[in-house]
Protein backbone atom coordinates (compact mmCIF):
# COMPACT_ATOMS: atom_id res chain seq x y z
CA UNK A 1 0.00 0.00 0.00
CA UNK A 2 1.35 3.45 -0.95
CA UNK A 3 1.66 6.38 1.59
CA UNK A 4 -1.74 8.29 2.07
CA UNK A 5 -0.07 12.15 1.52
CA UNK A 6 -2.77 13.38 4.11
CA UNK A 7 -3.08 17.64 4.00
CA UNK A 8 -2.81 18.85 7.13
CA UNK A 9 -2.71 21.90 8.54
CA UNK A 10 0.73 22.71 10.01
CA UNK A 11 1.73 25.66 12.09
CA UNK A 12 5.39 26.65 10.44
CA UNK A 13 6.74 29.61 8.97
CA UNK A 14 5.65 29.99 5.31
CA UNK A 15 9.33 29.55 3.97
CA UNK A 16 12.28 27.71 5.63
CA UNK A 17 14.64 30.81 6.98
CA UNK A 18 17.97 30.84 5.44
CA UNK A 19 19.38 31.42 9.40
CA UNK A 20 17.53 29.97 12.31
CA UNK A 21 15.74 32.28 14.53
CA UNK A 22 15.72 33.04 18.78
CA UNK A 23 11.65 32.08 19.43
CA UNK A 24 9.83 32.58 22.80
CA UNK A 25 11.23 29.68 25.83
CA UNK A 26 14.56 30.07 24.24
CA UNK A 27 17.37 31.20 26.89
CA UNK A 28 20.65 31.41 25.29
CA UNK A 29 23.59 31.80 28.40
CA UNK A 30 27.11 31.36 26.97
CA UNK A 31 28.59 29.66 23.33
CA UNK A 32 30.38 26.66 24.34
CA UNK A 33 34.13 26.86 24.48
CA UNK A 34 36.40 24.58 21.81
CA UNK A 35 36.45 20.94 21.21
CA UNK A 36 39.52 19.62 22.75
CA UNK A 37 42.47 18.95 19.80
CA UNK A 38 42.33 15.51 18.73
CA UNK A 39 38.65 15.11 20.42
CA UNK A 40 36.39 12.07 18.47
CA UNK A 41 32.85 13.83 18.03
CA UNK A 42 30.02 12.91 16.44
CA UNK A 43 26.11 12.77 15.54
CA UNK A 44 23.49 11.61 17.29
CA UNK A 45 20.99 10.78 14.72
CA UNK A 46 19.06 8.49 16.35
CA UNK A 47 17.69 6.84 20.00
CA UNK A 48 20.81 4.93 21.77
CA UNK A 49 23.00 6.61 19.28
CA UNK A 50 25.13 5.63 16.26
CA UNK A 51 25.85 2.89 17.67
CA UNK A 52 22.22 1.33 18.77
CA UNK A 53 23.20 0.91 22.60
CA UNK A 54 23.78 3.28 25.09
CA UNK A 55 27.59 3.93 24.01
CA UNK A 56 29.36 6.73 22.72
CA UNK A 57 33.05 7.53 21.13
CA UNK A 58 33.29 10.99 21.84
CA UNK A 59 36.77 11.84 23.57
CA UNK A 60 38.16 14.90 25.75
CA UNK A 61 34.95 15.38 27.88
CA UNK A 62 34.96 17.23 31.27
CA UNK A 63 34.73 14.85 34.06
CA UNK A 64 34.89 17.21 37.09
CA UNK A 65 31.34 18.72 37.62
CA UNK A 66 31.10 21.76 39.43
CA UNK A 67 27.98 21.26 41.74
CA UNK A 68 25.68 22.96 39.68
CA UNK A 69 26.46 21.08 36.74
CA UNK A 70 28.30 21.96 33.57
CA UNK A 71 27.94 25.46 31.95
CA UNK A 72 25.07 25.47 30.20
CA UNK A 73 24.77 26.97 26.84
CA UNK A 74 21.07 26.99 26.12
CA UNK A 75 17.69 26.11 27.77
CA UNK A 76 14.32 26.57 26.07
CA UNK A 77 10.74 25.44 27.43
CA UNK A 78 9.38 22.02 25.93
CA UNK A 79 5.99 20.69 26.08
CA UNK A 80 5.32 16.65 27.26
CA UNK A 81 7.50 14.52 25.94
CA UNK A 82 9.68 11.56 26.74
CA UNK A 83 11.47 11.37 23.79
CA UNK A 84 15.37 11.65 23.17
CA UNK A 85 16.48 14.61 20.76
CA UNK A 86 18.17 13.79 17.50
CA UNK A 87 21.48 15.96 16.42
CA UNK A 88 22.75 15.47 12.83
CA UNK A 89 25.18 18.46 12.30
CA UNK A 90 24.17 21.54 12.96
CA UNK A 91 20.63 20.40 13.62
CA UNK A 92 18.70 19.27 16.62
CA UNK A 93 15.15 17.75 16.31
CA UNK A 94 12.84 17.90 19.34
CA UNK A 95 10.01 15.92 19.70
CA UNK A 96 7.27 17.23 21.64
CA UNK A 97 3.60 18.23 22.89
CA UNK A 98 3.03 21.58 22.63
CA UNK A 99 -0.53 22.80 23.40
CA UNK A 100 -2.05 19.29 22.31
CA UNK A 101 -0.24 19.52 18.90
CA UNK A 102 2.87 17.08 18.22
CA UNK A 103 5.18 19.76 17.76
CA UNK A 104 8.89 18.61 15.92
CA UNK A 105 11.23 21.65 16.40
CA UNK A 106 13.86 21.87 14.03
CA UNK A 107 16.74 23.26 16.37
CA UNK A 108 20.43 24.87 16.18
CA UNK A 109 22.29 22.78 18.39
CA UNK A 110 24.71 25.09 19.22
CA UNK A 111 22.32 28.15 19.99
CA UNK A 112 19.15 26.84 20.51
CA UNK A 113 17.88 28.57 17.44
CA UNK A 114 15.03 27.49 14.93
CA UNK A 115 15.03 26.78 11.97
CA UNK A 116 11.99 25.08 11.24
CA UNK A 117 8.60 24.02 13.29
CA UNK A 118 5.85 21.40 12.20
CA UNK A 119 2.60 20.49 14.21
CA UNK A 120 -0.68 18.57 13.91
CA UNK A 121 -3.44 18.16 15.98
CA UNK A 122 -3.02 14.75 18.45
CA UNK A 123 -5.60 13.56 20.77
CA UNK A 124 -4.07 11.47 23.77
CA UNK A 125 -4.82 11.20 27.20
CA UNK A 126 -2.70 8.87 29.75
CA UNK A 127 -5.02 6.61 30.99
CA UNK A 128 -1.95 6.19 34.19
CA UNK A 129 -1.65 9.81 34.55
CA UNK A 130 1.54 10.04 32.94
CA UNK A 131 2.68 12.74 30.37
CA UNK A 132 0.75 12.97 26.88
CA UNK A 133 3.60 13.89 24.95
CA UNK A 134 5.65 11.50 22.68
CA UNK A 135 7.84 8.56 23.88
CA UNK A 136 10.12 7.84 20.74
CA UNK A 137 13.13 9.58 19.46
CA UNK A 138 13.32 11.12 16.25
CA UNK A 139 15.18 8.93 13.49
CA UNK A 140 17.33 11.06 10.91
CA UNK A 141 18.70 9.28 8.05
CA UNK A 142 19.52 9.93 4.23
CA UNK A 143 18.05 13.41 4.90
CA UNK A 144 14.98 13.13 6.26
CA UNK A 145 13.70 12.75 9.66
CA UNK A 146 11.46 10.25 10.87
CA UNK A 147 8.89 10.40 13.95
CA UNK A 148 6.14 7.92 15.65
CA UNK A 149 3.62 9.91 17.77
CA UNK A 150 2.01 8.41 20.52
CA UNK A 151 -1.20 8.01 18.97
CA UNK A 152 1.05 5.92 16.70
CA UNK A 153 0.68 8.79 13.45
CA UNK A 154 4.53 7.91 11.04
CA UNK A 155 5.89 11.15 9.89
CA UNK A 156 8.37 11.69 7.18
CA UNK A 157 9.93 15.34 6.84
CA UNK A 158 12.86 16.51 4.94
CA UNK A 159 15.67 17.56 7.77
CA UNK A 160 16.50 20.91 5.57
CA UNK A 161 13.05 22.22 5.16
CA UNK A 162 10.22 20.68 7.60
CA UNK A 163 8.57 19.42 4.47
CA UNK A 164 6.25 16.70 4.27
CA UNK A 165 7.60 13.24 2.44
CA UNK A 166 4.90 11.02 3.53
CA UNK A 167 3.00 9.68 6.60
CA UNK A 168 0.51 7.16 7.89
CA UNK A 169 -2.15 7.71 10.58
CA UNK A 170 -1.15 3.90 11.70
CA UNK A 171 -4.20 4.23 14.66
CA UNK A 172 -6.85 4.05 11.31
CA UNK A 173 -4.41 2.37 8.44
CA UNK A 174 -3.25 -0.88 10.97
CA UNK A 175 -5.63 -0.97 13.76
CA UNK A 176 -3.08 -0.03 16.23
CA UNK A 177 -4.89 0.15 20.00
CA UNK A 178 -3.75 2.74 22.90
CA UNK A 179 -1.79 -0.04 24.39
CA UNK A 180 -1.03 1.36 27.86
CA UNK A 181 0.77 4.17 27.60
CA UNK A 182 0.46 4.87 23.68
CA UNK A 183 3.12 4.24 21.55
CA UNK A 184 6.64 4.38 22.45
CA UNK A 185 8.50 2.20 20.28
CA UNK A 186 11.30 3.93 18.46
CA UNK A 187 11.25 3.10 14.30
CA UNK A 188 14.72 1.72 13.53
CA UNK A 189 15.93 2.68 9.71
CA UNK A 190 17.94 0.00 7.92
CA UNK A 191 18.74 -0.96 4.43
CA UNK A 192 16.57 2.35 3.42
CA UNK A 193 13.46 0.63 5.00
CA UNK A 194 11.83 1.88 8.41
CA UNK A 195 11.03 -0.29 10.13
CA UNK A 196 8.31 -0.24 12.92
CA UNK A 197 7.15 -2.27 15.91
CA UNK A 198 3.78 -1.58 14.59
CA UNK A 199 1.70 -3.63 17.22
CA UNK A 200 -1.28 -3.80 14.72
CA UNK A 201 -4.64 -5.74 13.96
CA UNK A 202 -4.61 -8.53 12.17
CA UNK A 203 -1.33 -9.76 13.90
CA UNK A 204 0.73 -7.00 11.80
CA UNK A 205 3.25 -7.05 14.80
CA UNK A 206 6.10 -5.04 12.77
CA UNK A 207 5.91 -3.38 9.70
CA UNK A 208 8.91 -1.99 7.22
CA UNK A 209 7.94 1.06 5.27
CA UNK A 210 10.28 2.45 2.43
CA UNK A 211 12.05 5.40 3.51
CA UNK A 212 12.00 7.52 0.32
CA UNK A 213 8.21 6.92 -0.55
CA UNK A 214 6.63 5.70 2.39
CA UNK A 215 5.15 2.33 0.64
CA UNK A 216 4.48 -0.77 2.70
CA UNK A 217 7.36 -3.03 1.76
CA UNK A 218 6.38 -6.13 4.17
CA UNK A 219 4.59 -7.23 7.94
CA UNK A 220 5.36 -9.74 10.03
CA UNK A 221 2.80 -11.73 11.47
CA UNK A 222 2.80 -12.07 15.72
CA UNK A 223 0.35 -11.91 18.13
CA UNK A 224 2.75 -10.17 20.40
CA UNK A 225 1.92 -6.50 20.35
CA UNK A 226 3.75 -3.27 19.97
CA UNK A 227 6.30 -2.84 23.26
CA UNK A 228 7.87 0.05 24.75
CA UNK A 229 11.96 -1.24 23.24
CA UNK A 230 13.36 -0.16 20.07
CA UNK A 231 13.97 -2.17 17.61
CA UNK A 232 18.05 -3.21 16.90
CA UNK A 233 20.08 -4.40 13.90
CA UNK A 234 21.92 -7.44 14.05
CA UNK A 235 24.69 -8.99 12.61
CA UNK A 236 24.60 -13.00 13.12
CA UNK A 237 26.04 -16.20 11.44
CA UNK A 238 26.59 -14.02 8.47
CA UNK A 239 22.97 -12.97 8.11
CA UNK A 240 21.35 -9.50 8.80
CA UNK A 241 19.21 -9.52 11.48
CA UNK A 242 16.36 -6.94 12.80
CA UNK A 243 15.96 -7.87 16.76
CA UNK A 244 12.41 -6.31 17.86
CA UNK A 245 11.61 -7.32 22.19
CA UNK A 246 7.79 -7.16 21.56
CA UNK A 247 4.86 -7.75 23.42
CA UNK A 248 2.20 -4.81 23.99
CA UNK A 249 -1.77 -4.25 25.86
CA UNK A 250 -2.90 -8.34 26.48
CA UNK A 251 -4.45 -10.78 28.40
CA UNK A 252 -2.90 -12.97 28.73
CA UNK A 253 0.15 -11.29 28.88
CA UNK A 254 2.51 -12.45 25.90
CA UNK A 255 6.00 -10.72 24.45
CA UNK A 256 9.41 -11.64 23.71
CA UNK A 257 12.18 -11.64 21.30
CA UNK A 258 11.74 -11.34 17.30
CA UNK A 259 14.73 -11.66 15.15
CA UNK A 260 13.44 -10.53 11.49
CA UNK A 261 15.16 -10.87 8.32
CA UNK A 262 14.88 -6.82 7.15
CA UNK A 263 14.98 -8.10 3.86
CA UNK A 264 11.31 -9.98 3.92
CA UNK A 265 10.28 -9.42 7.43
CA UNK A 266 9.96 -13.76 7.81
CA UNK A 267 10.99 -13.97 11.22
CA UNK A 268 13.09 -16.83 12.72
CA UNK A 269 11.61 -18.47 15.74
CA UNK A 270 10.81 -16.34 18.41
CA UNK A 271 11.53 -16.70 22.07
CA UNK A 272 8.54 -15.88 24.46
CA UNK A 273 10.05 -13.53 27.66
CA UNK A 274 7.40 -11.51 29.39
CA UNK A 275 5.57 -10.94 32.60
CA UNK A 276 2.39 -12.69 33.22
CA UNK A 277 1.31 -9.80 35.47
CA UNK A 278 -1.15 -7.08 34.08
CA UNK A 279 -0.57 -4.50 33.24
CA UNK A 280 3.50 -5.34 32.58
CA UNK A 281 5.89 -4.02 29.38
CA UNK A 282 8.64 -5.05 27.94
CA UNK A 283 10.47 -1.53 27.62
CA UNK A 284 14.36 -2.18 27.55
CA UNK A 285 16.08 -2.20 24.46
CA UNK A 286 17.85 -5.83 23.52
CA UNK A 287 21.76 -5.64 23.95
CA UNK A 288 24.58 -7.06 22.28
CA UNK A 289 26.67 -9.08 24.01
CA UNK A 290 29.71 -10.27 21.60
CA UNK A 291 29.29 -12.88 18.77
CA UNK A 292 25.98 -14.20 18.52
CA UNK A 293 24.72 -13.17 21.70
CA UNK A 294 21.93 -11.17 23.16
CA UNK A 295 20.46 -10.18 26.17
CA UNK A 296 17.13 -8.94 27.06
CA UNK A 297 14.87 -7.70 30.54
CA UNK A 298 11.92 -6.70 32.15
CA UNK A 299 11.06 -5.57 35.49
CA UNK A 300 7.57 -7.20 36.48
CA UNK A 301 8.13 -10.13 39.03
CA UNK A 302 5.64 -12.95 39.16
CA UNK A 303 5.66 -15.65 41.96
CA UNK A 304 7.38 -18.78 40.65
CA UNK A 305 7.59 -17.15 36.28
CA UNK A 306 10.61 -18.68 34.40
CA UNK A 307 10.04 -15.22 33.13
CA UNK A 308 11.39 -12.39 35.78
CA UNK A 309 14.02 -10.78 35.18
CA UNK A 310 16.76 -10.89 32.35
CA UNK A 311 18.42 -13.73 30.07
CA UNK A 312 21.57 -14.36 27.93
CA UNK A 313 20.35 -15.57 24.68
CA UNK A 314 22.29 -17.01 21.98
CA UNK A 315 21.50 -18.03 18.15
CA UNK A 316 22.46 -21.42 16.68
CA UNK A 317 23.17 -22.57 13.60
CA UNK A 318 19.37 -22.98 12.53
CA UNK A 319 18.85 -19.17 13.98
CA UNK A 320 16.90 -20.53 16.77
CA UNK A 321 17.68 -18.72 20.01
CA UNK A 322 18.16 -20.33 23.16
CA UNK A 323 18.46 -19.29 26.33
CA UNK A 324 22.27 -19.47 27.73
CA UNK A 325 21.47 -18.18 31.15
CA UNK A 326 18.75 -16.78 33.30
CA UNK A 327 18.97 -13.79 35.71
CA UNK A 328 15.76 -13.05 37.79
CA UNK A 329 17.35 -10.24 40.23
CA UNK A 330 18.10 -8.63 36.95
CA UNK A 331 15.03 -6.91 35.49
CA UNK A 332 16.09 -3.71 33.85
CA UNK A 333 12.41 -1.39 33.54
CA UNK A 334 12.93 0.99 30.45
CA UNK A 335 16.81 2.21 30.51
CA UNK A 336 18.76 -0.13 28.42
CA UNK A 337 21.85 -1.81 30.01
CA UNK A 338 25.19 -1.41 29.18
CA UNK A 339 27.34 -4.53 27.68
CA UNK A 340 31.53 -3.81 28.45
CA UNK A 341 34.21 -6.04 28.71
CA UNK A 342 32.35 -8.74 29.24
CA UNK A 343 30.04 -7.53 31.97
CA UNK A 344 26.19 -5.65 32.02
CA UNK A 345 25.88 -2.62 33.66
CA UNK A 346 22.23 -1.31 34.72
CA UNK A 347 19.48 -0.74 37.01
CA UNK A 348 17.10 -3.19 38.34
CA UNK A 349 13.77 -2.51 39.68
CA UNK A 350 10.22 -1.62 38.53
CA UNK A 351 9.99 0.91 41.18
CA UNK A 352 12.19 3.82 41.67
CA UNK A 353 12.97 3.26 44.94
CA UNK A 354 13.33 -0.14 44.91
CA UNK A 355 16.21 -0.32 42.24
CA UNK A 356 19.59 -0.06 42.38
CA UNK A 357 22.36 -0.08 40.17
CA UNK A 358 23.77 -3.73 39.56
CA UNK A 359 26.54 -5.56 37.75
CA UNK A 360 26.31 -9.22 36.23
CA UNK A 361 28.64 -11.05 34.31
CA UNK A 362 27.61 -11.62 30.64
CA UNK A 363 28.99 -15.22 30.09
CA UNK A 364 27.00 -16.89 33.49
CA UNK A 365 24.97 -14.07 35.21
CA UNK A 366 26.65 -14.06 38.47
CA UNK A 367 26.07 -11.27 40.20
CA UNK A 368 29.09 -9.01 40.85
CA UNK A 369 27.08 -6.53 43.21
CA UNK A 370 24.03 -4.40 43.40
CA UNK A 371 24.59 -0.81 44.50
CA UNK A 372 22.05 2.05 45.73
CA UNK A 373 23.29 5.29 45.05
CA UNK A 374 21.15 8.27 47.30
CA UNK A 375 21.99 12.34 46.94
CA UNK A 376 19.35 13.54 49.72
CA UNK A 377 18.39 17.80 49.21
CA UNK A 378 16.31 19.79 51.12
CA UNK A 379 13.71 21.76 50.20
CA UNK A 380 13.89 25.58 51.05
CA UNK A 381 11.94 24.79 54.84
CA UNK A 382 14.45 22.14 55.73
CA UNK A 383 11.86 19.31 54.31
CA UNK A 384 14.26 16.64 52.98
CA UNK A 385 13.83 15.66 49.17
CA UNK A 386 14.93 11.77 48.95
CA UNK A 387 16.60 12.13 45.57
CA UNK A 388 18.81 9.32 44.26
CA UNK A 389 19.49 7.30 40.93
CA UNK A 390 16.35 4.88 41.05
CA UNK A 391 15.63 4.07 37.50
CA UNK A 392 18.84 6.04 35.99
CA UNK A 393 19.79 5.87 32.53
CA UNK A 394 23.58 4.99 31.49
CA UNK A 395 25.81 5.97 28.93
CA UNK A 396 28.71 4.54 28.48
CA UNK A 397 31.68 7.29 27.47
CA UNK A 398 35.53 8.89 27.55
CA UNK A 399 36.59 5.93 29.43
CA UNK A 400 33.77 5.87 32.47
CA UNK A 401 30.11 5.79 32.79
CA UNK A 402 27.90 9.09 32.65
CA UNK A 403 24.49 8.54 34.33
CA UNK A 404 21.86 10.86 34.91
CA UNK A 405 19.28 9.58 37.39
CA UNK A 406 15.70 9.73 38.00
CA UNK A 407 15.70 13.12 39.48
CA UNK A 408 17.91 15.23 37.58
CA UNK A 409 21.57 14.11 39.17
CA UNK A 410 24.36 13.87 36.98
CA UNK A 411 27.01 11.95 37.69
CA UNK A 412 30.06 10.34 36.47
CA UNK A 413 30.51 6.68 37.67
CA UNK A 414 33.80 4.34 37.57
CA UNK A 415 32.06 0.80 37.01
CA UNK A 416 33.94 -2.38 37.22
CA UNK A 417 33.49 -5.97 38.08
CA UNK A 418 35.11 -5.03 41.36
CA UNK A 419 32.71 -2.12 42.47
CA UNK A 420 31.29 1.20 41.61
CA UNK A 421 32.18 4.54 42.64
CA UNK A 422 30.81 8.21 41.95
CA UNK A 423 33.67 10.17 39.95
CA UNK A 424 31.75 13.43 40.42
CA UNK A 425 28.17 14.61 40.65
CA UNK A 426 25.85 17.45 39.91
CA UNK A 427 22.38 18.44 40.57
CA UNK A 428 20.95 19.78 37.23
CA UNK A 429 17.08 20.33 38.57
CA UNK A 430 14.62 18.28 41.33
CA UNK A 431 12.35 16.75 38.84
CA UNK A 432 10.74 13.53 38.71
CA UNK A 433 10.15 11.57 35.22
CA UNK A 434 13.78 12.35 34.19
CA UNK A 435 13.62 9.29 32.71
CA UNK A 436 14.74 10.23 28.92
CA UNK A 437 18.22 9.22 28.08
CA UNK A 438 20.55 12.14 27.38
CA UNK A 439 21.98 12.62 24.00
CA UNK A 440 25.58 13.53 23.53
CA UNK A 441 26.67 14.96 19.86
CA UNK A 442 30.39 17.42 19.74
CA UNK A 443 30.71 17.47 23.47
CA UNK A 444 27.40 19.04 24.12
CA UNK A 445 25.14 17.12 25.96
CA UNK A 446 21.16 17.28 25.98
CA UNK A 447 19.37 16.59 28.92
CA UNK A 448 15.43 16.64 29.28
CA UNK A 449 13.79 18.20 32.18
CA UNK A 450 10.50 16.42 32.02
CA UNK A 451 8.44 17.89 35.04
CA UNK A 452 8.71 21.36 36.69
CA UNK A 453 11.73 21.60 39.27
CA UNK A 454 10.41 21.42 42.62
CA UNK A 455 13.52 23.84 44.06
CA UNK A 456 12.52 26.42 41.01
CA UNK A 457 9.92 26.04 39.60
CA UNK A 458 10.82 26.25 35.87
CA UNK A 459 8.75 24.02 33.77
CA UNK A 460 9.89 21.38 31.90
CA UNK A 461 12.75 22.22 29.62
CA UNK A 462 15.70 20.69 27.45
CA UNK A 463 18.90 22.10 29.04
CA UNK A 464 22.54 22.03 26.53
CA UNK A 465 25.48 21.85 28.57
CA UNK A 466 29.16 21.80 27.83
CA UNK A 467 30.75 18.89 28.41
CA UNK A 468 34.18 19.52 26.47
CA UNK A 469 37.33 19.32 28.59
CA UNK A 470 39.42 22.41 28.10
CA UNK A 471 42.99 22.15 27.07
Known amino acids: MHARLILTVFLSAAAVAAEPASWDGLTFHKAAGPLAAGARSGDWPRFLGLEDRPVSAE?????ALPAGGPPLVWECEKGESYASPAIVGERLLLFHNTGGKETLDCLDAATGKRWWRESYEVDYRDDFGYGSGPRAAPVV????????GVASRLVCRELETGKLVWEHDCEKEYEVPKYFFGSGATPLVVDGLVVVNLGGGGDRCVAAFDLGSGELKWTTKHEWGQSYASPIPWEVRGKKRVLVFAGGKSEPSTGGLLSIDPATGVTDEPFFWRARRYPSVNAASPVLCGPGRVFI?????????PYNGGVMLEAGPDMKLAAVW??????AHWTTPVYHEGHLY???????????????AASDGARKWARRFDFPLKYPTGEEIPVGLFRGSLLRVDGSFLCLGEWGTLCWLDLKPEGAKVESSAQLFVATQSWTLPALSRGLLYVSQNEPDRQTGKPSRLLCYDLRARE
Open 59 to 63: TKLNH
Open 141 to 148: SGGKVVTF
Open 297 to 305: TQAYVDRDS
Open 326 to 331: KAADFG
Open 346 to 360: GFSGEKDRQSELVCH
